[in-house]
């Protein structure tokens, strides 16, 4: 199971952090991503990271913006964004997979996601 936590209303240039925390026990093949969708729009891959060596991998409309760690102990990743834009209004979600792939249909498990809001 993953569980987001940490969405909300924030204003444009501001910062949010977003949780996902899993449990269950997720090992060295893993890769947990970060995926955005926002209304009238597909889901967007926004990064990953590497649960055996922390690699991360971002897309270019957040690259330098966001980033992304994990919390070894917790079992938790987060989606430190920074420099937020109205256009990141979305709803966040972080996924389990095997590789860092945009395609959705690669990762097995989902959290519900949470809402981040950007105002102008």
């Known amino acids: 199971q993953l569980v987001e936590s940490g969405g909300g209303l924030v204003q444009a240039g501001g910062s949010l952090r977003l949780s996902c925390a899993a449990s269950?026990?997720?090992?060295?093949?893993?890769?947990i991503s970060w995926f955005r969708h926002a209304p009238g729009k597909e889901r967007e891959f926004v990064g990953a990271?590497?649960?055996?060596?922390?690699?991360?991998y971002y897309s270019d409309s957040v690259k330098g913006r966001f980033y992304i760690s994990r919390d070894n102990a917790g079992q938790t990743v987060s989606l430190q964004m920074n420099s937020v834009k109205p256009e990141d209004t979305a709803v966040y979600s972080c996924a389990v997979g095997t590789s860092p792939t945009y395609s959705v249909t690669e990762y097995f498990r989902w959290g519900q996601g949470t809402q981040v809001t950007v105002s102008s």
């Open positions: 990271i590497r649960w055996s060596n922390s690699r991360t």
């Open positions: 269950g026990r997720l090992f060295s093949s893993h890769v």
